[in-house]
């Protein structure tokens, strides 16, 4: 990963003998720098992050903080970065969220236990679990993914690991299909319209670029993703609901189309400081509207609703600061 900005902040005040030192790169003085992990470049996660540092480093001579927002392999990549200090800030679906707290589902989660310094900042846009088949696959429901060429997506995105969750439900193995693909989102598109898959898979806000690729680029459907595995997933755990793919929204697929999704989320480590965790949500908050902006996905986004829903991990003190300032909380 081309990650290995780690938050440094180096407060040099001979005045007063002063000196903090966080992380271990070195900044100039007064000046922390605040790496945010996202995912694939045609993604909604890096639209996230890009959108972000816009807003802080607008104000970086007023805080002293400095945003990037690489590209990642996703949501248990970031999760796992941050756990170790590679990264300060990461976009991740709610249910990784939920599954590093407590140590659970992902192999990475289970070998490191309970990630108990997981903090939450907010919740973003909410992710649909997208199927989309060449329209000549044959492909017409869920079920029919088996004995197909399917793209898992890489290790570490969290859509593979959601993957992972519905094929230990239905008692499905990679062995399943007659090819299980690794490839990255940003890679998927081209490979199924270049006929080298049938099906692709994402986790992803509405538009996206990963879908309008796609879709754009030959014949396609969005296939639904229900059926009772698919409820009991709902029924146990808060942080999967149903969802709908509006339609319209993609060209060849004019209907609504029915899955079941969860909430992107914005999550940190309890060791970042409380003034940057601070100053990172009232940079988001205080410019709310230019933010939605950035995004359709983000368009109906209420800020009252994004502290709240979709978060298993606790709120970061310095985002409680300002929650509590805005009268939120
Ligand atoms: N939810 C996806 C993941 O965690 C990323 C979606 C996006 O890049 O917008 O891998």
């Known amino acids: 990963m081309s990650v290995k900005n780690k938050l440094s902040k180096v407060i040099l005040s001979t005045a007063i003998g002063f000196a903090t030192t966080m992380g271990s790169s070195v900044a100039s003085a007064d000046q922390s720098y605040v790496t945010i992990g996202t995912g694939g470049q045609t993604g909604v996660y890096y639209v996230v992050g890009q959108s972000m540092c816009r807003l802080i480093n607008r104000a970086t001579d007023d ?5 990037t927002a690489p590209s990642t392999g996703g949501s248990v990549a970031n ?4 756990r170790q200090g590679q990264l300060d800030l990461g976009v991740a679906q709610s249910d990784w969220q939920y599954y590093a707290l407590n140590g659970t589902k992902h192999e990475s989660f289970i ?6 310094d997981l903090r939450a900042l907010f919740s973003i846009h909410s992710e649909p679990f997208t199927v989309v088949a060449r329209a000549d696959s044959g492909v017409k429901t869920f079920d029919d993914l088996a004995g197909k060429r399917v793209n898992l997506n890489n290790p570490g995105s969290g859509t593979r690991g959601t993957m992972e ?5 239905k008692g499905w193995t990679r062995d399943s299909f007659k090819l299980a693909a690794e490839l990255k989102s940003s890679e998927q598109s081209q490979a199924l319209c270049d006929n080298k898959l049938d099906v692709i898979l994402s986790n992803v806000g509405h538009p996206s670029g990963i879908i309008k690729e796609a879709t754009t680029s030959c014949d396609t459907k969005i296939i639904p993703v229900t059926g009772p595995e698919i409820d009991k997933l709902i029924a146990e755990n808060d942080f999967y609901a149903s969802a709908v793919i509006k339609g319209g929204l993609y060209k060849g697929n004019d ?3 029915d899955t079941f999704g969860n909430a992107a989320t914005m999550v940190t480590s309890s060791k970042v400081d409380a003034d940057t965790a601070y100053q990172i949500v009232k940079s988001v908050f205080d410019n ?3 933010f939605k902006r950035l995004h359709p996905a983000f368009a109906n986004l209420d800020p009252r609703k994004m502290i709240s ?3 298993s991990a606790p709120l970061h003190e310095g985002a409680v600061r300002y929650y509590k300032e805005k009268g939120w909380m």
């Open 79 to 82: 999760i796992n970065a941050i």
């Open 288 to 290: 709310f509207e230019r």
């Open 63 to 67: 805080h002293g903080i400095k945003c």
């Open 111 to 116: 070998q490191q236990g309970k990630f108990e």
């Open 165 to 169: 969750v519905i094929m230990a439900e």
């Open 309 to 311: 829903d979709g978060l």
């Open 255 to 257: 209907t609504d189309v």
